[in-house]
């Protein structure tokens, strides 16, 4: 019956257009184009209604810093510029604490390193399994050569089991990764504390390449001699 029914041709109904004498209102509104009118005007409603009730309720005493520290520029509040929010002393003792924190996580990388190098070292210097034999003569030489080829024993690298080799080469990517990560660190601390110095008073100057003895990729800084009190 299904098929049968859509078998039939039917009458294509369309939407109601705009009438002549409306023309001038442009399209005429579904409904739903209603719903979505409808929708955006209640939210503006609440929203308002919102903020009538928070300032019907507002203490008068009320005060933030905010209300000082901010301004209007087209409608829209934009904080006061925060570029000089600490002194010249503050900013130096923060770098010293970031300088202070990366040299101790430097410190404590090359303490790992250490340690595993040491654990790596003594699982790879095992004891070699020599006998020295002396024979009387080439006769007996040849004999107790035949029975030591003959009775050879296994090697230390061949006796250890496969989940050992595979911890002791984990072992080896970790060791090469915390490497990096120290020379990673140094270069770190090296820049710091090169910042760290050129914020202090003097007066400093970056050399030129022809002025630098020891070539260097880096850029070297000069201070002028001051005389100490």
């Known amino acids: 019956m299904s098929s049968l029914r859509n078998a039939i041709p039917r009458r294509a109904h369309k939407e109601r257009s705009q009438p002549h004498s409306r023309k001038k209102y442009g399209l005429l509104e579904k409904h739903k184009d209603y719903v979505v009118r409808a929708k955006a005007f209640h939210k503006k409603e609440d929203t308002l209604r919102r903020l009538k009730e928070k300032a019907a309720f507002r203490n008068p005493d009320e005060f933030y810093f905010k209300m000082i520290k901010t301004r209007t520029v087209h409608g829209v509040h934009r904080p ?33 390193i250490e340690k595993l190098t ?27 050569k035949s029975q030591s080829s003959e009775n050879k024993i296994v090697t230390s690298s061949e006796a250890v089991p496969e989940n050992i080799k595979r911890k002791i080469a984990s072992s080896y990517r970790e060791l090469e990764a915390r490497k990096n990560r120290v020379n990673q660190l140094e270069k770190l601390h090296a820049d710091m504390a090169l910042q760290k110095e050129l914020q202090k008073k003097g007066r400093k100057r970056k050399l030129r390449e022809d002025e630098i003895v020891c070539p260097t ?13």
Do not use: C
């Open 217 to 229: 990729s880096k850029s070297v800084y000069k201070w002028r001699s001051e005389r100490k009190r």
């Open 80 to 112: 006061e510029s925060e570029a000089n929010k600490y002194t010249h002393e503050e900013l130096m003792l923060m770098k010293t604490q970031d300088i202070g924190y990366v040299f101790q996580k430097l410190q404590s990388e090359k303490k790992k």
């Open 118 to 144: 040491a654990t790596l070292h003594s699982l790879d210097s095992q004891p070699s399994n020599r006998h020295i034999y002396y024979a009387e003569d080439r006769e007996e030489a040849k004999e107790l």
